[in-house]
């Protein structure tokens, strides 16, 4: 899959907020394609861990709403296509070249951990 294939792809799967997880494939399929490892954590990010002095990262997701994807004149018409899943593409494409670390965000977020509760009021210290 070249870079353009793979921005293709990205524009033409479906990654609004919270529901990337498609999205999240394509860019794992793609790194594991050119020999890299990825994978996709708990909380829906796509890692492709290697030289860490360098991370190339965008987010994965896009706005609701839908613009049918075609190619004019060239150029490559869809949603996300400008912001930010054409640099998502571009990143992954440079990190896949130069061997850097890539993380592609998602929105999704795990649940935030359980708060310890205490039924007792803290109390001012009374002035003398």
Known sequence: ???????????????????????????????????????????????????????LTSHVDTVPGHIDV??????????????ATGPLAAMAAASVETGASFAGASRRRPPPPARATSSRTARSPTPS
Do not use: I
């Open 70 to 83: 075609r190619v004019e004149d060239g150029e490559l018409w869809g949603r996300g296509s400008v912001d």
């Open 1 to 55: 899959m070249t870079p353009r294939e793979l921005l293709e792809a990205l524009v033409s799967t479906p990654s609004v907020s919270g529901a990337e997880a498609e999205a999240a494939g394509v860019l794992v399929d793609y790194f594991e394609r050119h020999g890299r490892e990825a994978y996709t954590d708990d909380a829906g990010n796509v890692r492709a861990p290697a030289d860490d002095s360098v991370l």
